[in-house]
């Protein structure tokens, strides 16, 4: 689609949900009458980024359905991600969200290069988390055949691959590595499989590679939050070179996290997601904390969609040490861009003194590195970081959701084995 006729179809879209948002009545049509927007006649792609924002807070404070734009009778699935303290952000979903849903994930499913009749082996995790149940349905809408294994059970999930022979492989990247390190110890060959859709965290070109290293595959990222809809709000393409969004259902911004304000094409920024085509939960300038760059133009593909970088981390996520601002991602392209440790780490903020201090738990691969990275580490983020070499083995492998790359050391128990 040229660049012309998505605006017009964004345009059509985006009248079409400020006319919803203002007759339900909730916080985002209240917010838009104090602005002065009555429908959706009063606005143009050009005034969104003088609308107001909705936050995460926003879904909070809504918990579990006050957000609703439509009757509680029509909501057909709810999903959700983790909240503070152990109350999980819910987003409803009507039948119709539900179908969009699984035609973005089967557009992502495409883009790697799956086709009808491909074998998805799908081993995110399901349930109200979005990725198992999401990258399932879409692999059904493409005409595939998907293994639902969802996480864990590594024996079994290197059986599968062997036995079931699938072209595509879906988890998170640090379960991807756990998989390509235990079918290289079962001594398996998977000769049929050939890209990875891995999402739900940050990761780098770094860990792309150390999969690659291990997988017979093309690793590709996939992006998504379930507040939006969940995995396929972007994807990469065969190409490798930035995430796809696809803008004819999410309009996508990138802002000053501290402003609010709109930041250069290029320029990293907070991600900021309009959702025109949502019926249950559809949300306006939704601040999604999440740090990328965004980049227009045709991609040798032939997809003309904006593309987005990999995420940086998270606004939350930065780790502040004496000063300097450090996301676990610019810690990693280092280490693995070294060649001299595993693809495993872990990052300790050691609070037990007002001088905070930032320890780096690795794995060398040989010989002892730590000089080697201290002085690299300092090069790239302008912080002295203390490496720690562990044994093989120590650094924890994540057999089920998200590896645990940051965690806080504010007692006298040590995190992890070796560390003082």
């Not at 495409?110 to 399932?136: K, Q, R």
């Not at 059904?140 to 595509?168: E, I, K």
């Not at 990222?221 to 396929?232: A, H, K, R, T």
Request: charged share 20%; with cysteine; net charge negative.
């Amino acid at each position: 689609m040229s660049t012309d006729e998505r605006a017009a179809l964004q345009r059509h879209r985006l009248w079409g949900l400020v006319d919803r948002l203002v007759a339900a009545g909730g916080v985002q049509g209240r917010r838009l009458k104090d602005a002065g927007v009555t429908g959706g006649a009063d606005v143009t792609l050009a005034d969104l980024r003088g609308l107001p924002f909705t936050t995460k807070q926003d879904l909070w404070d809504g918990y579990p359905f006050g957000m609703l734009s439509v009757p509680r009778d029509q909501v057909a699935a709810v999903h959700g991600s983790s909240g503070t303290r152990g109350r999980p952000t819910l987003v409803a979903y009507t039948k119709a969200d539900l179908d969009l849903w699984a035609a973005m994930c089967a557009r992502s499913l495409a883009c790697a290069g799956a086709v009808p009749g491909s074998i998805v082996h799908n081993a995110y995790g399901y349930g109200l988390f979005t990725g198992g149940i999401g990258i399932h349905q879409g692999a059904v809408a493409l005409g595939a055949t998907v293994v639902p294994m969802s996480g864990g059970m590594t024996d079994r999930q290197v059986r599968m691959l062997a036995d079931l022979r699938p072209d595509v492989l879906t988890c998170t990247p640090a379960y991807a590595l756990r998989l390509g390190e235990a079918v290289a110890e079962a001594g398996v060959e998977l000769p049929a499989l050939k890209a990875g859709l891995f999402g739900a965290e940050p990761w780098s070109a770094e860990l792309r590679t150390a999969i690659e290293a291990v997988l017979p595959i093309k690793a590709m990222d996939i992006y998504g939050l379930s507040e939006v809809i969940g995995p396929g709000v972007a994807t990469e393409c065969l190409q490798q070179d930035g995430l796809h969004v696809n803008e004819d259902h999410f309009i996508v911004e990138a802002v000053d996290p501290s402003t609010g304000e709109p930041v250069e094409d290029g320029t990293p920024g907070e991600l900021v997601f309009t959702t025109p085509t949502k019926q249950a939960l559809p949300l306006l300038r939704y601040r999604t904390g999440d740090i990328a760059s965004l980049t227009r133009g045709e991609c040798p593909c032939g997809r003309t969609l904006a593309r987005m970088s990999k995420v940086i981390g998270r606004a939350d996520d930065m780790i502040v040490v004496r000063g300097v601002n450090v996301y676990p991602s610019e810690v990693e392209r280092v280490l693995l861009g070294s060649g001299l440790v595993r693809p495993h780490y872990q990052l300790v903020v050691d609070r037990r003194a007002p001088a905070v201090r930032l320890l780096v738990a690795c794995e060398a691969v040989s010989g002892d590195p730590r000089e080697r990275l201290v002085h690299d580490l300092h090069e790239a983020l302008g912080l002295t970081a203390e490496v720690v070499v562990l044994p093989a083995g120590t650094v924890p492998r994540p057999e089920v959701g998200k590896a645990v790359r940051v965690v806080s050391w504010d007692d006298g128990r040590p995190p992890l084995p070796g560390l003082s």
